[in-house]
């Protein structure tokens, strides 16, 4: 009776161990659907098509890689605000999102008519929509499609935080050596195989002082170099650069593309930067401002000019609106009149579902409680920059 006993019991824990292996198969084939469905989902937020020629409505909210030589070359001294630059090194990728802003001027680019005047595209938008990022999309194309990029990554530091101002030998003006010595670099880095390439030459002799000068015919690369080795003459190098492209660009040797983020700061009441007698001077005063006016002006071809707004581009009191009108001035507004204004404005219901998507296939959403996305929809009122910062916790 014992060993039957015994015997029975061995059975009904094969038994149960049965039952549970079964479930666990059921289990197993009713989940493998929903993961199939979950991984068809990740390829919904990616496009493989990391030319941003070919992008299209097609692409509008899904994310695209950028080659990392090509984010070397175009955003090592700028470009892609410092969140962002973050979790590109967190993620280990250079992801962008398309979206139609940089579509719309994508297609203005693409159509332009480039023997006409230089046309002005303004974008503008609230703070944290994506103004820098969508700019960053546009630069990526001319980086591929042979522009020589004249970027300004972020004007307002030369107005609010110079490495270091000087009196300038014109009398009255302030001169930002070191600012314009990194410019130079920034230059030299996004264009120095597209400038060996073309080999662009200048077109008169620059006398530096009684020992130094640049002859004519040197290459631009040389003019550049000589800046850059001679901080002194760094500002007066840059002058002659902008001059020299508006010159070879509308004899049609080259086009350019100028992109400057932030373009209200050189039309600012002030900056914070100050003068032998204490006093704050305005940026006309800043001689880094006027070679940057000179190539936004529309008094030559070949090239197009993309400038951005922001409140963030202003100082205290200065902020209630971000409508161009308003933040450029009369005078800055007068400046790019005629120009085409782009809007960019918060994340579209389809923008913010890939986004999401893509910070949960990047493991950065770890904690996903019911309701979690329509919590962060409310919550950042789908705010690019504002929904960064919320995700971060999660």
Request: hydrophobic share 40%.
């Amino acid at each position: 009776m014992k060993m039957f006993r015994k015997h029975l019991g061995n059975l009904s824990r094969v038994s149960t161990q049965l039952q549970r292996n079964v479930l666990q198969l059921s289990t197993n084939a009713e989940a493998s659907p929903v993961e199939g469905t979950a991984a068809a989902s990740v390829n919904e937020f990616r496009t493989a098509v990391a030319n941003p020629g070919e992008h299209s409505a097609l692409h509008v909210a899904k994310f695209y890689t950028i080659p990392v030589e090509q984010k070397k070359q175009i955003f090592t001294g700028g470009g892609l605000p410092k969140q962002y630059e973050l979790q590109i090194k967190t993620f280990t990728e250079s992801c962008l999102m398309v979206r139609s802003p940089a579509l719309e001027l994508l297609h203005y680019i693409k159509n332009a008519d480039l023997t006409k005047p230089v046309v002005r595209y303004v974008l503008y938008g609230d703070n944290g929509v994506g103004k820098t990022l969508t700019m960053a999309h546009v630069l990526h194309y001319g980086a591929i499609n042979d522009f020589l990029l004249v970027h300004v990554p972020w004007a307002p530091n030369w107005m609010k935080r110079p490495k270091e101002a000087s009196n300038a030998t014109q009398e009255g003006m302030l001169d930002l050596p070191f600012d314009a010595a990194a410019w130079l670099v920034h230059f030299k880095t996004q264009n120095a195989k597209l400038l060996q390439q073309l080999q662009l030459k200048t077109s008169k002799e620059y006398v530096w002082s009684k020992r130094e000068s640049t002859p004519a015919g040197s290459t631009l690369i040389e003019l550049v170099e000589h800046g850059i080795a001679r901080i002194k003459y760094a500002t007066e190098t840059t002058v002659a650069l902008i001059s020299e492209l508006k010159q070879l660009s509308t004899a049609g040797q080259c086009k350019v593309m100028v992109a400057i983020d932030g373009f209200n700061a050189f039309f600012h009441p002030e900056t914070r930067i100050f003068s032998d007698n204490k006093q704050r001077v305005t940026p006309d005063r800043i001689t880094l401002t006027q070679p940057f006016l000179d190539i936004t002006s529309y008094d030559w071809t070949n090239g197009v000019c993309i400038l951005s707004v922001d409140k963030l581009a202003m100082t205290e009191g200065y902020m209630d609106s971000y409508m161009p009108r308003y933040l450029l001035g009369t005078a800055g507004f007068e400046h790019v009149d005629p120009f085409v204004p782009v809007h960019v404005e918060n994340y579209t219901d389809k923008e913010f579902h890939s986004y999401i998507n893509y910070y949960l296939d990047r493991h950065w959403i770890n904690k996903t409680p019911k309701g979690f996305e329509e919590q962060l929809k409310f919550m950042s009122n789908k705010n690019p920059y504002t929904l960064m910062q919320l995700v971060k916790s999660l």
